[in-house]
């Protein structure tokens, strides 16, 4: 919980700084790194590679939206009705999946099929969705502040607030969870996963859990990101969208707390910071992956971590 | 309609064994490395902008520019193999991201030598051969006869050959095989190095078939993993065939369908077959 | 007399006192935010290529000059890369932190639909010129004067469209057309415009869509031979038609092929085996490099400026928020009497006629009007250029 700590300075942000960029490229971090974190609770915590969550991202935006559309309610309540689509999809793909004991890359490989089917309905459903024309999402959430009613969220300092505090919550929630016994399970299943079988924990059902609240998780990114930007696409649901997931939390720190907002603090800011050729950015984004990969396993906050366990160690 | 239907099917076998080369290279890969190298496909690129390069340049006859095409592949499979895979042996995650790190790099690599305007290589062999009211071009004739080939020549090396059997024994047993005097990391590079040529000979075909862009790896390697899991990963000949399978069916499927959802076809084998027969069509259970 | 004389001492005193500058030297920001790179770039690139060379062109002659002030350019291109997230926030940079008041781009219809929120919010204090398709939508109409489209549009009296069907049909009296575009908002559009365009005038049409990234056409040209259409029209961007034209020419399934995007490229690669090949270009390059000095002139500041070789066929690209557009901005300016007051530069801009590589106006909708070519290609590769001019 203390490194939660670290979100202060960001509540605080707003006061110091006057740029509108700054403070989107933000709004665009919280975002992406609630994504993060939820693909961290399946990977990270339980082990199991997916490539669905771009697909679970791209339904929450789709599905929050249509529904404000054809039921006229607000946000949140068509929120809702993504997480109902969203979690009867991840157990009808999870089930699928884990009762006939796919194995990781098998596993990967299957989700990334199934959200590719999802793309492709996405984009050739047209009178749904428009298909790959995308929508323009003129609608915004609301908020109900106590003295001051129903507010529509629409500039960017109630955006930053907002993304700020649901990322708060998806952070304390996936705290919780990591502490809690679903959490020593998720573990359990990752460390070795035959052996968690044997001390009588059911694998599947567990499995099935992780992965349907990862893509709950990513649909609730999907919806702030799609309302945010104000048009959502096919495009949304790609492969890259979930590879861009993967590398913040893998850059970050797999199983750390903060390290999937970390890792999307840098992924996103990045090439903002360092002004090179367009072709170049996306090679230095490769090889950043290639060096977490092959020397920094534990990703920048657990380097971090590791080198203040060293200096407490040594002094 | 029939011919129309069996110049679909034709087709599909040909453009069934592109996919069945890079099958072959993801099969060969995964059954002595342990991973799945997604970057297969970039150096299929490579192959492809070098025989491009070296025939429309270079001005080299088209034989030669293939042949140094495939060298080239092989000797950039070499570096990613030294610098990078020789990390990740066995780890299939590790290995699945490293290659999307590769990928990245070389795809920018790829962009900032040639840009995204797509490249044509000169026809190499023009016109067609008509059956009817069936018309084949004799260039995609030709590149699947030696695709065919060079998979074929590939399986008989590894069944007769020394190494071959040293390398099949060596996927069925590693602690044996070592024992038995086979020298396993060499082994290893070697594989992922002929995977890369293997790759790099399926780009060069493809330069002389179709337009180049620097994104060409990455639908080929979907098929060719697509191909390889439907066959069975590790059976070398399945690889070909599973590869003529997704061919087959894209493109006849195209005809009744939408060809927005060619692609889903694969998508949906690889499903069915990764659920009902996890060993693939051809694979033997464990 | 005398006291003039005094005035431009003082003033030229006062200036000199400034470090650094003899003269008074203000600089105009232009903003570019184009897909450079990526998947999306063909349209983007050439734009991205083109604007260099003219503000390097009038910065190096010393500059333009707008009522007494001389000023020089300074230009801020962006590359997008087709992703709508990267064009908002570098849409803000240009907005809020270089305070740019001129905007070249973005030609992709996608990024236009995702930044114009946030643009139109600024509408009065910026003018945004670019060429995408779904501006069309958005262009002429209240609250939006900011946006102006760089590119002609397909239909409506001006409509270029109209002119090629008509050329079409003077030439080839075509009974069936089939279409073949890409699955997205590009290739949709164009099938919403030429279907009612051949059907008002009794020609019969079928359509189909392939996915982007498709190399194999045989299932979906299978089909469209099934119908013996007269002409294949197919869209749009050289990525596809390349493989398009090769492969209905060597699958004999269609030899005669009429284009409103794209390039003569695909035509000449496989001139031996078409019968017909009608293709619209904003500008037939290689032409026009040896008629047009303005032409001939571009294409060797292209050379000098890059080092590297005049891509022919992607140059007509750059009708779009390109080379010309920089003079006629400035052009503007200097009619308008101001860099800064926005609204004065855009009546200026829309009212007027500027003859560059192309002859330039705007229509009632802020949409561009140009000239134009069809070039014609026969079996063999006999070039026929027909100059049309709307």
Redesign the interface.
Known sequence: MKTLLFLIPLYLLPLAVQSDVVLTILIFTFVLGILAIGFNIVFGGAGQLTMFHAAAFGIGSYVTFLSMLRFAIPFWLGFLVAVVIVIIVSIVIGWICFKFRLKEFYFAVVTLAFAELCRLVVLNWTSVTNGTLGMLVLEKPTIWIPGGGVVRIEQTVPWYFLTLICLTGVLIFSVLLTRSWIGRNFSAIRLNEDLAQTLGINTFRYKLLAFTISNVIAAFAGALYGFYTGYIEPSYLAVAQSLDAIAMVLLGGVSTILGPVVGALVLTSLPHLIELPAEMRVAVYGMILILVILLMRRGIVGLAAGLLKGRVNAA | ?TQ?VV??IL?GII?GSLYGIIALGVTMTFGITGI?NFALGQFMMIGAYATWYFTDLAMLPFPVAVVLAVVLAAVAGLIADQA?FR??RNN???G???S??????????A??LF????K?M??VI???W?LGAI?L?RMKVVAFLLLVAVIGLTWLGLSRAWLGRATRAYAQNPEAAMLMGVPTKLLQTGVVVYSCALAGFGGALYASL??L?P??GG?FILKG?EAA?LAGVGNLLGALAGGVILGVT??????YL???????YG??F??AI???R?AGLFGSQK | MKSFFKGCVAGGLMAAAIPGFAFAQATVKLGQIEAQTGPNAIYGYMSSQGVPIAVDEINKSGGFKVGDTTYKFELIALDTRGDPKEATIQLKKLLEQDKARFVFGPFLSNVFVTIFPYAQQFNGKFLMMGGGTRIHDFVGKPGNDFVIRTWNWDAGPKGFGEKMVDYLIKTAHPKKVAMLFQNDSGGKVLGDIYEPIFKARGIETMTEYFEPGTKDFSPVLAKIGEFHPDYLFPGYSDAALYDIVRQSVEGNYSKKFFLVRGSTGPGLKNKDGLEDYIVYVPKDFEEAEKKEPKVKHFIDAYKAFYKRDFPYDQAPLCSSSCYDHVYMLVAAMQKAGTVEDVGKIRAALLSMTYQGMWKISFDDHAEQVFDFDIVHLKKGGAKEVVHVEP
Request: glycine residues 8%.
């Open positions: 309609m129309v110049g679909q087709n453009l799945v990078l990390f990740t299939l995650v590790n699945l991201l490293v999307i790190g590769l990928i990245s790099v070389m795809e920018s690599g962009l900032l840009t995204t305007t797509p044509n000169d026809i023009a016109g067609s008509s018309t071009p179709f337009s862009e994104s060409l639908l993993v899991i894209e493109s006849v499927g195209s005809l939408p060809s927005a959802f060619r692609d889903a998508l949906v690889l499903v990764l659920l009902f996890p």
